[in-house]
């Protein structure tokens, strides 16, 4: 039962075009979202997250869009850049009063100069 | 740097086997998490700790255990060590019990042979 759910495993852009990930969920009671990237023998990174409260949330050229109606959530990125190659979790929580993540199974995003 | 540490970075042993995995979390943060990801496996939530006490569980063996001390570090033990227990073993941290921020640590490679 894989409640979080990214679809592309993989995904590539030129440099400076925009670069869209996508994400899935299905349990409803999930409040609270964030996308984590992720580079070879590195730890997850935090970049952005959003509460089910807001449909829109912007970090410098890192936007991350929440549909609640489509369960669907996604991650702009503008203008790529060839150090944004890694790749990207989506996560989501709050179907417990915990801070347990349920992760996405990642999508490589990789930048052309 | 997330701030979150972990020890040691690569573990090599041999099946039947225990192992400990430390975690030193982020000055300030009361939670600690740990995240197991098997090849192409996302990362996968095995058990929260918050201040010391066991918050939440997911799909962790019987046969690994975690605890987290006075000083908030914390410590996953894995026994009787099979070859499918072999993944990327991840700490992370943060300051509220859910729906925040975690910072994950760069990780501990276990190789079961």
């Known amino acids: 039962d894989q409640q979080v759910k990214q679809n592309s495993p993989s995904l590539s852009v030129q440099e400076g075009r925009i670069s869209i990930l996508n994400c899935d969920y299905t349990n409803s009671m999930f409040d609270y979202f964030l996308w984590y990237k992720k580079y070879p023998a590195e730890g997850p990174t935090f970049l952005i997250s959003?509460?089910?409260?807001?449909d829109k949330n912007e970090d410098g050229r890192f936007t991350v869009f929440l549909n609640k109606s489509a369960k669907h959530l996604s991650l702009h990125i503008v203008p790529s850049q060839p150090g944004d190659s890694a790749v990207y979790f989506c996560a989501a929580s709050g179907s417990s009063n915990t801070g347990k993540l349920i992760f996405g199974q990642g999508t490589t995003l990789q930048v052309k100069p | 740097d997330s701030g979150v540490t972990q020890t040691p970075k690569h573990l090599i042993t041999a099946t039947g086997q225990r192992v400990t995995l430390r975690c030193s979390p982020r000055?300030?943060?009361?939670?600690v998490y740990w995240y197991q990801q098997s090849l192409d496996q996302g990362l996968q939530f095995l058990i929260q700790?918050?201040?010391?006490?066991?918050?939440a569980k997911g799909n962790i063996l019987e046969r690994f255990s975690a605890q987290q001390f006075p000083d908030l570090h914390s410590e996953l033990n894995l026994s009787s060590l099979e070859l499918g227990d072999s993944a990327l073993y991840f700490c992370a941290s943060s300051v509220v019990t859910s729906g925040g921020e975690q910072f994950f640590g760069p990780g501990t490679r276990l190789t079961v042979l």
């Open positions: 959003i509460s089910s409260i807001k």
């Open positions: 700790y918050y201040n010391g006490e066991e918050r």
């Open positions: 000055s300030g943060d009361l939670s």
